[in-house]
């Protein structure tokens, strides 16, 4: 499985942006990561296809939103009421079931950077 983000940018705190994460073919779960530079990678929120199941954070609960477009096989992250501390390389992951452990994932994506200016 192949994965393509996009739609990370530049933009100042209190925005908003949408990043896409399109599979090369059909998955069962999928997840979003972040790493800020210094630190590790950390779980950010993930999603079984059935979209049923969903899991955030807690940094991100209530602003963050996880999705999928089943048909094209493409997982969103809605981010909103962005903050400073949200400024990090964003990476989409694909696997069997939902995680916040980076090791049950199969496959990656090259990461998008997110920054955001206060």
């Known amino acids: 499985v192949q994965l393509a983000e996009s739609g990370g940018g530049l933009v100042q705190a209190g925005g908003s942006l949408r990043l896409s994460c399109a599979a090369s073919?059909?998955?069962?779960?999928a997840g979003w990561f972040r790493q800020a530079p210094g630190k590790e990678r950390e779980f950010v929120a993930a999603?079984?296809?059935?979209?049923?199941?969903?899991d955030y954070s807690d940094s991100v609960q209530g602003r963050f939103a996880i999705s999928r477009e089943s048909v094209d096989y493409v997982v969103y992250l809605q981010m909103n009421s962005l903050k400073s501390e949200d400024t990090a390389v964003y990476y989409c992951?694909?696997?069997?079931?939902?995680?916040?452990?980076?090791?049950?994932?199969?496959?990656w994506g090259q990461g998008t950077q997110v920054t955001v200016s206060s």
């Open positions: 992951a694909a696997g069997g079931r939902p995680s916040r452990d980076p090791r049950q994932y199969d496959y």
């Open positions: 073919r059909r998955i069962y779960s």
């Open positions: 999603i079984s296809w059935s979209g049923f199941t969903t």
